[in-house]
C-alpha cells in the first residue's frame, strides 16, 4: 500500500474549518484514501473514505485531487472533542485480509 | 454499524504472569481479526493478523511463542501476553472488518497493559 505523509501538529480554533492535508503520491489505480482518528486512550474511529470523488458524510468532507496524490480532510467547525490524531492511510480495497498500517497522522488541536 | 468490543479495558499483572485480551464482533462475523500494538505518543503498529481456525500471521519481531493468538470462532479473537515484563506495558488493540459495510475497520476500544 502507498505510503502517505501528513503534518506531525496542527492548531485549529473552536467553531472554525479544520484542513488536514495528506500526500499520498505515490497512491495507485484501485487504492483508497481512509481516515480514521484516535482521540486519547481510545481505539481509532474511522471518518470518511475515497476513491477519486470528492466525499462528505455527517463528520466530515474528503477533498481529493485530480490527480489523487494528495488529499485534505475538512472538519466544517471543529469542537474541542474534535482534538485528536488523525491518521490518512491508502490502501487496496480489494483484499480481504489486508490490514490498515498506519504513519505518525496529525495530532490537530482545537482550541477555545 | 459494526461494534468491535474489547475487554478488559486495563489491566495491571505482574512481571511473569500471563494476561488475556478478548476481542469480539458484536453483530457481524469476522474471518480476520488484527492486533496492534501502541507505545505513547507512538502510531499504531501490526502485532499479527488472527484468523479463524488457522494459525495466526505474526509481523517481523513480535514473538509469536509470546504473543499467543487464538481466533477459535468467527466473533472472537484472543491475545494472550506470555510471561509478561514492563516492556509489555503497552495500548493493545484489536480491529476487524465487517464486509456488511463499505467503510473498512472497526476498532475495538483498546486494553492498557500495565505490568508492575
Known amino acids: 500500500d502507498a505510503k502517505t505523509t501528513q503534518p506531525p501538529s496542527m492548531d485549529c480554533a473552536e467553531g472554525r474549518a479544520a484542513n488536514l492535508p495528506c500526500n499520498h503520491s505515490t497512491i495507485s489505480g484501485n487504492e483508497y484514501v481512509y481516515w480514521y482518528r484516535q482521540i486519547h486512550s481510545q481505539g481509532p474511529q474511522y471518518i470518511i473514505h475515497g476513491l477519486k470523488n470528492n466525499e462528505t458524510n455527517e463528520m466530515a468532507s474528503l477533498i481529493i485531487t485530480e490527480d489523487r496524490k494528495s488529499s485534505t480532510l475538512i472538519l466544517p467547525h471543529a469542537t474541542l472533542r474534535d482534538t485528536a490524531v488523525y491518521y490518512c492511510i491508502v490502501r487496496s480495497s480489494n483484499n480481504a485480509g489486508n490490514m490498515l498500517t498506519f504513519g505518525g497522522g496529525t495530532r490537530l488541536m482545537v482550541k477555545p | 454499524g459494526a461494534v468491535v468490543s474489547q475487554h478488559p479495558s486495563w489491566v495491571i499483572c505482574k512481571s511473569g504472569t500471563s494476561v488475556k485480551i478478548e476481542c469480539r464482533s458484536l453483530d457481524f462475523q469476522a474471518t480476520t481479526m488484527f492486533w496492534y500494538r501502541q507505545f505513547p505518543k507512538q502510531s499504531l503498529m501490526l502485532m499479527a493478523t488472527s484468523n479463524e481456525g488457522s494459525k495466526a500471521t505474526y509481523e517481523q519481531g513480535v514473538e509469536k511463542d509470546k504473543f499467543l493468538i487464538n481466533h477459535a470462532s468467527l466473533t472472537l479473537s484472543t491475545l494472550t501476553v506470555t510471561s509478561a515484563h514492563p516492556e509489555d506495558s503497552s495500548f493493545y488493540i484489536c480491529?476487524?472488518?465487517?464486509?456488511?459495510?463499505?467503510?473498512?475497520?472497526?476498532f475495538g476500544s483498546g486494553t492498557r497493559l500495565t505490568v508492575v
Open positions: 480491529s476487524a472488518r465487517d464486509f456488511g459495510e463499505t467503510y473498512g475497520y472497526t
